[in-house]
């Protein structure tokens, strides 16, 4: 960068040099909050799946289907939207691992995941004001994507403006 172009080129630079990542793009941003929305449904799920399986009367092959209907299905619409390669290990992990062996730290992890699809969506312009650093986001159930085509949503994304997302870091 060069001299007095503030903090952010620098760090921007920085980023770029130690970790090889540059700024997202709009649509790498909406295509992130995609899977953020994915994976948080699920995780507000996991519980009552995981009544559904310890039930004492659930035969044995619904109990093995389980996985397919649970993080499977999840996976499988990820991958037909083709933004599979941009879940993280991690996050695969959560959806591949059967509902029964999901820890509770598992699932709370995903579900902090809740404060970057916020974090997300207000860059892309669909919240209009940031939840302050000293308070904690509202977790309800509120679709953070609007409409209901994701792959549309994706490329018609548009960031806010560079300035007021520098302004709000």
């Known amino acids: 960068p060069m001299l007095g172009s503030g903090p952010s080129a620098f760090s921007d630079v920085v980023m770029e040099i130690v970790f090889g990542k540059k700024r997202p793009t709009a649509q790498e941003a909406a295509q992130r909050l995609v899977i953020l929305e994915y994976l948080s449904a699920y995780a507000q799920t996991v519980p009552l799946w995981k009544q559904l399986h310890d039930h004492g009367g659930l035969q044995p092959e619904a109990k093995a289907d389980m996985q ?3 993080g499977g299905l999840f996976a499988e619409e990820l ?3 083709q933004l599979w390669e941009d879940v993280s290990p991690a996050e695969r992990e959560f959806l591949e691992c059967p509902v029964e062996k999901l820890t509770e730290q598992q699932v709370l992890n995903v579900l902090w995941r809740r404060e970057a699809a916020r974090v997300l969506a207000w860059a892309l312009g669909i919240l209009s004001e940031l939840t302050p650093f ?8 509120t679709k953070l994507v609007p409409g209901d085509d994701a792959m ?13 997302i520098e302004s709000a870091r």
Not at 134 to 141: E, S, Y
Not at 152 to 164: M, P, T, V, Y
């Open 68 to 70: 397919r209907v649970t």
């Open 152 to 164: 549309n949503f994706i490329a018609s994304a548009r960031l806010r403006d560079e300035k007021e």
């Open 79 to 81: 991958q037909k939207k």
């Open 134 to 141: 000293d308070k904690p986001v509202p977790h309800d159930n």
